[in-house]
């Protein structure tokens, strides 16, 4: 966390733009299910569930370096908390988090994370590298849901279902892009025309903050309120 505030400061004081690689943030199936959520397609948030889990076996992989920063929370616990806080589009205020730290490497296999933000709404979250699942995301309203098949790294192709009482879509979109290039292109543009970047910087300290506090609850297996 005071890494990347200083991190933020040196770039602000030298006139530099600083980019988050939070690639999923730019994909064109992000942008549309975000306008599906704020035409209040399924009504007001209530609940976001996030898994994305996959198993790593080589003993050489850098996650499972402490002197790294390795670890399921740190290597992908990011984007399950970004999607949360997309989502719902506040701030999350208490998190409760548990862990299992791996007994040869010291960092954590997989953490399972409950949000909870302002105007009721909850998050139930869960990165790992001690099993593989397919990554998937729903996001719960007052009148339906939002079930995404790939949420944070979709591809040329890309699908997601919407469902109300009154009927279920499965939607396929033809994005015609891979998973990095809306946000390199973006990338370009702010650096090629001096254009504002849509994401500030400072949208990554804010989950650095959330991930500071699942690593506490975790590490005190206690509740943890959010500065």
Same mark, same amino acid.
């Given at each position: 966390?005071?890494?990347?505030?200083?991190?933020?400061?040196?770039?602000?004081?030298?006139?530099?733009?600083?980019?988050?690689?939070m690639v999923f943030r730019y994909h064109p199936q992000t942008l549309r299910i975000k306008n599906l959520l704020d035409s209040n397609v399924v009504g007001n948030i209530k609940h976001i569930n996030c898994n994305i889990s996959t198993s790593l076996s080589s003993e050489n992989n850098i996650r499972w370096k402490?002197?790294?920063?390795? %670890?399921?929370?740190?290597?992908? %616990?990011?984007y399950v908390i970004t999607?949360? +806080?997309?989502?719902? %589009? @506040?701030?999350?205020?208490?998190v409760t988090a548990t862990w299992s730290i791996h007994p040869q490497y010291g960092v954590d296999t997989h953490a399972? @994370?409950?949000?909870?933000?302002?105007?009721?709404?909850s998050a139930t979250l869960h990165c790992g590298f001690d099993g593989f699942s397919k990554p998937t995301a729903q996001i719960f309203g007052t009148k339906g849901y939002i079930e995404i098949e790939q949420p944070t790294h979709p591809y040329d192709e890309s699908t997601y279902t919407i469902a109300t009482?009154?009927?279920?879509?499965? @939607?396929?979109m033809k994005n015609k892009t891979w998973p990095f290039v809306p946000a390199l292109d973006h990338f370009n543009?702010?650096?090629?025309?001096?254009?504002?970047?849509?994401?500030?910087?400072?949208?990554?300290? +804010?989950?650095? +903050?959330?991930?500071?506090?699942?690593?506490?609850?975790?590490?005190?297996?206690e509740r943890v309120f959010i500065d």
């Open positions: 966390h005071e890494a990347a505030e200083q991190m933020l400061k040196a770039a602000k004081k030298n006139s530099i733009m600083l980019f988050e690689a402490t002197l790294l920063s390795g %670890g399921a929370l740190m290597d992908i %616990g990011c999607l949360a +806080r997309w989502a719902a %589009g @506040i701030e999350p205020t208490e399972t @994370i409950l949000l909870s933000f302002p105007q009721s709404i009482k009154s009927e279920t879509k499965k @939607i396929t543009e702010c650096i090629l025309t001096g254009a504002s970047p849509i994401l500030s910087a400072s949208d990554a300290l +804010r989950t650095i +903050r959330v991930m500071d506090a699942v690593k506490k609850s975790a590490q005190m297996k």
